[in-house]
């Protein structure tokens, strides 16, 4: 039997995503991406960008489950791409360069 990491119910994830030199307007540009994945504590985070410009960002972790949010990037600049991910008892909040940009409550049972 495998031990799986007892996760707090409260918790935040952040980090961030550089672009590629090679391809420094990745955020905006009109071609999809997949970005490297992170984890950290118990966490694993997936982001990719589809070719409207929107990301899809899959939290894996928090109360046991995937978290899928499909959003709008904000505008980026040199640094990149901040991602937190933040969750407690009610739910699960993301956040890309400081601004909320989806929320999902954890069903209570």
């Given at each position: 039997m495998v031990d799986a990491p007892r996760l707090s119910v409260e918790g935040?994830?952040?980090?961030?995503?550089?672009?590629?030199?090679?391809?420094p307007g990745v955020?905006?540009?009109?071609?999809?991406?997949?970005?490297?994945p992170f984890s950290a504590r118990g966490i694993d985070v997936q982001v990719t960008k589809d070719t409207d410009g929107r990301a899809t960002v899959i939290v894996n972790g928090p109360h046991s489950r995937f978290w899928r949010f499909q959003v709008a990037i904000p505008a980026c600049d040199v640094r990149g791409l901040l991602v937190t991910a933040t969750w407690n008892a009610e739910c699960v909040v993301l956040y890309l360069n400081g601004q909320e940009v989806g929320r999902q409550k954890v069903a209570q049972g």
């Open positions: 935040t994830i952040t980090f961030t995503i550089s672009p590629d030199q090679a391809r955020f905006y540009d009109l071609l999809p991406a997949r970005f490297p």
